[in-house]
């Protein structure tokens, strides 16, 4: 309800209402449901329109009744108790009980009907909003079939080893000793994928630091810096931390690292993540619109801009995404990220290097962004990303959802010139 009708993020309504629940396994049965319904809403919208003669205009019904059909469908729930215990949730709704009782009795007769029908319908079939599937069909139109489909597989986790603390080879090996089968990344040289995810908590070291939780895509971001003795490093957008951590664990000898973000709520993730590693930066909480409302003045040798965005590279990992984000977002984002960039810019000091940073797949977020950027200030000069992660972009380098099975990321890098 909070994320359909509120516009909330999931993990932001999980993170409230899971404390109230006493046992793990039901914390875990409810986040997993949660998610479930989110990544296949779309999908379950379209069955239960077809099992309903008028739509269900109570949304706390229709959304249970949305729950009990993914309950059917996706998960080992045995089908009589998800049909029961969906009907008995309905509490004093005493009228809607007959009706979602009817509905899940339906499913289970008219399933493969169903799912052939839903196989025509493409929101159903790709469980994503029309807006959405255009949008990333006119951006890659031979390669939109297969971001549709991993965006809707669950994501691995990707941990990032603390090298200050440890090797990775080292860390594979604690894990392997705790049961925890892994593998290394095959382009971030911190980063490591369980086969099985866990909890955070069971993580070895992890409350002292030694490990963080971040795709491979996102840990490429400190790399692509090239960190060197006493510079000045800039994070902007910082909050929750993982790069910024990133940075410090990559050069013990930088001269001053500072995590900026606009959310006070926000940055206090960043300061409890520094506190886990035990390291030191300079947080900040200043709008990055207005730089002049909290910079010293004193130029950065390298700035991060992980740029507000669509987000649509992690809808895998925020199936919620595709619930809460609008069209007449991405207008609004792409001038908020050129203006982020048009006044962080001056903070650059010569021969300095910008990386610019999204977790977005659509091109005017990124490879037009930096494109119109470039056109704009003379003094930017685009130094080309030689990877073999990606592909690259007229401008800047784009891997896709899932692609070598990392999340979707954007990264350009500028460099001012004199």
Known sequence: MQVVVEGRSLNDALDEQLPSIPLDIDRSFVKAMCFGVSRWYFKLDFILAQLVPKPIRHEEVRLLAMIGIYQLEYTRVKPHAAVSETVSALGDKVWAKPLINAVLRNFQRQRERLLALAEIDECALWSHPAWLLGKIRKNWPSQCEQVFEQSNRPPPMTVRVNLRQSSREEYLLTLKQAGMMAYACPFAESGITLESPVSVQSLPGFAEGLVSVQDESAQLAAGLLELDQGQRVLDVCAAPGGKTLHILESRADLAEVVALDIASDRLARV??????????????????????????????????????????GVIRRHPDIKLLRKPSDLPKLVEVQRRILENIWPLLAEDGLLVYA?????????????????????????????????????????????????????????????
């Open 358 to 418: 999204t977790c977005s797949l659509l091109k005017e977020e990124n490879e037009v962004q930096i494109s119109s950027f470039l056109h704009h200030h003379s003094d930017a000069k685009e130094v080309v990303i030689a990877a073999e992660w990606g592909s690259p972009r007229p401008y800047g380098r784009q891997i896709l959802s899932g692609e070598d099975n990392m999340d979707g990321f954007f990264y350009a890098r500028l460099v001012k010139s004199s």
């Open 271 to 312: 300061s409890e993540n520094l506190s886990r590693a035990k390291l030191n930066a300079k947080v900040l909480c200043g709008d990055a619109l207005e730089p002049q409302s909290w910079w010293d003045g004193k130029p950065f040798d390298r700035i991060l801009l992980d740029a507000p965005c669509s987000a649509t």
